[in-house]
């Protein structure tokens, strides 16, 4: 099964018609006019509570407050729900009786309002501003002479915003206070002590080590007496200690993403040019430009704007697409904009807003499952319910031994002999007996698989560096006529001129800043956008006194649909000039003429119109985006006179007069044609989706290496977007595998792609960053938004930010994502085998002999090494080239591989036959007959344990690679993994040497640990034979299948037992 990526931008979608109650409009949905292009915001990614619950209720859940200790708290999330809910009824409400009294006590005509309270040397005051805007008291508003009238209390000039010097925004901060929120203090690290105290296991364990204590120290005195409740006790509070001390610096790296994520950055106007800031810096009195996709940064109120749009969702808590004009300016903080674009005056900030209280009232959760945890959850529980069987079946043999006198002391007689066996006695050696059951259940239940997903996320976090792209104008044509050095303005006629700069000035989005003096010059806005303005600053354009000229009346914002954008202009003279600027071969089919060169109107014949698209082809076959520019006149009679009118005016697209094409160069990245070889080798499909022409497309591609020659590009390898879309469903399923380029594609072309592959079995992801990407990034199942460009809307609709915009770094995440999976699966392989032999060694000798070689302190430091101490070391292996020439991993594909299974079975059954082999016959092996048989045994035991534990040390090793011969490749520079290693080994020193009397071990001499590591090393080139055994293709878990369909089955019977209320939900697997 192959991987998808699919990049470009599409997928735009129209709003439903719904009601303007605020503000007592109507809102026409798509349906009702074929202009309107309001985009449907989608939700965010997150999976649905109901569906985690679901899963979670459908399994025997061990140690639930531990194994859901690093995904989402399903109980915290509802309880932010209701908080969410309670404060929008509470603003509603506030809203409500203000509109209420407002309407019964109409201050009379001609009255003012009172006078506003002065703050920090300002007009206006903090509670005037937060009432008006929280009241959204459009009164209030007129009565302080409307957004004009504010900016003047505000001191701010609302063409070039407040001054941008240090003091002054340290004044409005502190008289409006900042743009940040009281944030509910993380869990303190005593938090996380009291949580991991509260596992069952751990519990009994407790309350075992103090009755041994307590009987212990009656029998033997307090001298001797507490060494056996008191070491289990301190290997406890060790285990506790540790997963606490995991869980807070995991909490921490929590903390420290979701303060990156809440760090957005966004323009302001400060002294009359746009600067990057971040959200945390904005203050009372900046001017905010806002485009399609942003999230409105504070409350405010609209300062100019062309079909503004509002998505009011994450307020309200209902989809509403609210429009914002003169009559209805208020701005929420915390909103999205769905469409147009527009500037706001910020008039509250932080806790003074509406965002700030809902935010200040909710806590960051930890997250949400993924997939792998999901699965990881369900591995984990199945492995820890075959550990409860076992210590459930140890804890009744050796009970039954122990009753039945078969349970021997070192001297032969029976630890159980009746009524002459005191009470004290017996107990003690039933609660050892429990202790050791109890252990295995700690030691079976594999806490450490989420804990190696938190791990693994973690260490692969990476920032990188920016990385911007420069798109330039390299081609014109002006006056029909080819301009070799597009820069030269005297090479262009001045009515051209003129009617040029007019168009780039004012169809735009972007902005100049050009600085008094020699400073540079500062070009702001999309590539595009920027590379057209820097042509037009190149031409002689003065951007501010080009706008001054002209006022808008009217504005279509670029629309992906029709991939165009739109402006009415009128002049000083009352003439109307209406620009067009978009996709080439588009515009020019809307031209009826052309300019000359004299500056005359020249009607387009079909020679000249063969000639100027003969350019666009030249031009997109050198991989240029071609831009057109026409204009139109108007009367001024004809302009709707009415408002309300002239917001619904749709701008005239015919009878255009063409101006210029300009072919832009967008410069493929360094790295981009390596990122698509190595993705293809990965068995990951590389696709393009795209706006431009297919001659555009066709040419990048090749550039690029998505397509490989010329007699590739055929149709469907390259298709146009109406054609794709025309298909039925199961026609573009049909042909969507073959797909390797869509040029002209519709906002819902790369939607319906996505579907099409998905149904088709496909792993997709796309890459996008606008708005219109939302869906298709929504739909897919890994979706990758640009963390420079993309728009917030599309950034919550992904599941990853590529940080530098950069399609290479797309390999990246691939080599990480594998990363990921692939130390997951190491980590599963090293810790079954722990597992596997602890549990047979155990059973096998509480059966045969009624007593186990490893204690419960010596099981816990084993649990430790394989539970935290492994998933830290395995979990932070870097990405290697071997993992990029992989195949893919299939939804389906188990997480236990047949090639894991081998190595497992082969060191598991290695050390299963060594130990035993010592449990039996180690006093004759090891040539220990000649002390006393007390000592012997304790000499015997700690030579199994220590054995034991260089077993996993040297299998640490053979973990890293499993399917590579040569295990030691790059292990001197994982740094950490050689300290945990190194750690490990210290510590097991030290236990053996010093700490007897806890772990009840005995010193060993240096034979013995001679012997310990030879058979530890010998791991290795076993390791390197089995890896020469041959695995069948057949995943194991398809032996079983027939149980799991029985399984299956039963469980759809139970579901259908429990009624109809869980119709619907998704099916919970393991």
Known sequence: MKENTTSSSSAKRRYRGGSDEECGREIRGAEEDEDEYTFEIPPPKKAAPERLKRWRQATLVL??????????????????????????????????????????????????????????????????????????????????????????????????????????????????????????????????????????????????????????????????GWYDGGSIALAVIIVIVFTATSDYRQSLQFQNLNEEKRNIRLEVIRGGRRIDISIFDIVVGDVVPLKIGDQVPADGILIAGHSLAIDESSMTGESKIVHKDQKAPFL??????????????????????????????????????????????????????????????????LLVRYFTGYSKNTDGSP????????????????????????????????????????????????????????????????????????????LIHSIAHALLIEGIAQNTTGSVF????????????????????????????????????????????????????????????????????????????????????????????????IEFKKNIEDMAAVSLRCVAFAYRLYEMESVPKDEEELTRWTLPEDDL?????????????????????????????????????????????????????????????????????????????????????????????????VQALRKRGHVVAVTGDGTND????????????????GTEVAKESSDIIILDDNFASVVKVVRWGRSVYANIQKFIQFQLTVNVAALVINVVAAVSSGTVPLNAVQLLWVNLIMDSLGALALATEPPTDHLMHRTPVGRREPLITN???????????????????????????????????????????????????????????????????????????NHLFMGIVGFTLVLQILMIEFLGKFTKTVRLNWKLWLASIVIGFISWPLALIGKLLPVPKTPLAEFFAPLCRFCKCWARRNEAANGPENNGQEDAHL
Not at 584 to 589: F, G, S, V, Y
Not at 774 to 789: N, T, V
Not at 939 to 966: G, H, M, S
């Open 657 to 753: 007069i063409l101006l210029a094409i300009v072919g832009i160069k967008d410069p493929c990245r360094p790295g981009v044609e390596d990122a698509v070889r190595l993705c293809t080798s990965a068995g990951v499909k590389v696709r393009m989706v795209t706006g431009d022409n297919l001659q555009t497309a066709k040419a990048i591609a090749l550039e690029c290496g998505i397509i490989d020659s010329e007699t590739d590009a055929t149709e469907p390898t390259l298709i146009e977007g109406r054609v794709f879309r025309a298909l039925s469903a199961s026609g573009r399923e049909e042909i969507a595998d073959r797909i390797s380029v869509m040029g002209r594609s519709s906002p819902s072309d790369k939607l319906l792609l």
């Open 63 to 224: 140690n639930a407050s531990r194994r859901f200790r690093y995904t989402l708290d399903l109980r915290k999330e509802e309880e932010k729900e209701n908080i969410r809910r309670k404060i929008r009824a509470h603003a509603q409400v506030i809203r409500a009786a203000f509109l209420f009294k407002e309407a019964g006590q109409r201050v009379p005509h001609g009255t003012s309002v009172g006078l506003p309270v002065p703050g920090g040397g300002y007009g206006i005051g903090l509670e005037q501003l937060a009432a008006m805007t929280r009241d959204q008291d459009f009164s209030a508003l007129q009565e302080y002479g409307g957004v004009k009238g504010i900016g003047k209390l505000l001191k701010t000039n609302l063409e070039k915003g407040c001054g941008g010097d240090d003091s002054e925004i340290l004044r409005r901060r502190n008289a409006f206070g900042v743009n940040t929120y009281p944030r509910k203090k993380g869990r303190s690290f005593w938090i996380f002590l009291w949580e991991a105290w509260q596992d069952l296991t751990l519990i009994i364990l407790v309350v075992a080590a103090a009755a041994s204590l307590a009987l212990g120290i009656k029998t033997e005195g307090i001298k001797e």
């Open 415 to 490: 630890q159980f002999q009746g009524r002459k066996t005191g009470f004290s006695a017996t107990l003690d050696g039933v609660v050892k007996i429990v202790t050791i059951a109890v252990t295995i259940v700690v030691v079976a239940v594999p806490e450490g698989l989420p804990l190696a997903v938190t791990l693994t996320l973690a260490y692969s976090m990476r920032k990188m560096m920016l990385d911007k792209a420069l798109m330039t104008i390299v081609r014109a044509f002006v006056c029909g006529i080819p301009v070799n050095q597009p820069n030269d303005s005297q």
């Open 774 to 789: 939302a869906p298709a990034l929504h739909e897919a199942d890994i979706g990758l938004a640009m963390g420079i460009s």
């Open 514 to 609: 050009m600085p008094e003096g020699d400073g540079a010059i500062e070009v702001k806005g999309s590539p595009t956008e920027k590379a057209i303005l820097s042509w037009g600053v190149k031409l002689g354009m003065d951007f501010n006194d080009a706008r001054s000229r002209t006022s808008v009346l009217q504005v279509f914002p670029f629309n992906s649909e029709k991939k165009r954008g739109g402006v009415a202009l009128l002049l000083r003279d009352s003439e109307v000039h209406i620009h067009w600027k978009g996709a080439a071969e588009l515009i020019l089919a809307s031209c009826t003429s052309s300019l000359n060169l004299d500056g005359s109107v020249q009607p387009l014949d079909s020679d000249k119109v």
């Open 332 to 397: 929420v903080s915390g909103c999205k904009v769905a469409d147009g674009y527009g500037t706001m005056l910020v008039t509250g900030v932080g806790i003074n807003t509406e965002w700030g209280l809902l935010m200040a009232s909710i806590s960051e959760d930890n997250g949400e499952e993924t997939p792998l945890q999901v699965r990881l959850n369900g591995v984990a529980t199945f492995i820890g319910i075959v550990g409860l069987l076992v210590a459930v079946f140890v804890l009744l043999v």
């Open 899 to 973: 090639i894991m299974w081998r190595n497992l079975i082969v060191q598991a059954l290695y050390q299963v036959v060594v130990l035993l082999s010592l449990n039996f016959g180690g006093k004759s092996i090891l040539r220990l007959k000649d002390g006393s048989v007390d000592h012997a045994d304790k000499v015997k035991n700690t030579f199994i344990f220590n054995t034991f534990v260089l077993c996993q040390i040297f299998n640490e090793f053979n973990a890293r690679k499993p399917e590579e011969k040569n295990v030691f490749t790059g292990v001197t520079k």
